[in-house]
C-alpha cells in the first residue's frame, strides 16, 4: 500500500510516474513496522509519501545509502536502502 502525503494529512494523491528502466531487481521494506518507510523525492529530499513493512519495490538505482525504486502502482521515489531486503 502508498500512501501520498499531501499538506499534513495522509491520503491518495496523484504524483508524478516515472518510466524509468527497472533493474528487473525486486525488494521488500523491512525493519520498520510499526511505522512507515519515508517515500522521498530525491536522496534525503523531501517526504513524498510512505511504504507499509513487507511492501515490495522494484529497484532501479543507487546513489550512496539511497535506492531510488518503483511501486507496484508505478510511483518512483527515493528511500533508505538499508530497510531494504532483496527477495
Do not use: C
Not at 500512501?3 to 533493474?23: K, M, P, Q, W, Y
Not at 550512496?64 to 508505478?74: E, I, L, N, S, Y
Amino acid at each position: 500500500v502508498f500512501h501520498a502525503l499531501n499538506g499534513n494529512f495522509e491520503e491518495e494523491v496523484e504524483i508524478e510516474r516515472d518510466d524509468i528502466e527497472s533493474t528487473g531487481e525486486d525488494y521488500q521494506v523491512v525493519g520498520v513496522a510499526p511505522s512507515k518507510l519515508n517515500f522521498r523525492n530525491a536522496p534525503n529530499g523531501d517526504k513524498i509519501g510512505s511504504l507499509a513493512e513487507n511492501q515490495t519495490v522494484e529497484k532501479l538505482t543507487v546513489s550512496g545509502k539511497w535506492m531510488q525504486v518503483r511501486t507496484p502502482a508505478g510511483y518512483v521515489g527515493w528511500v533508505a536502502a538499508s530497510y531494504l531486503k532483496k527477495v
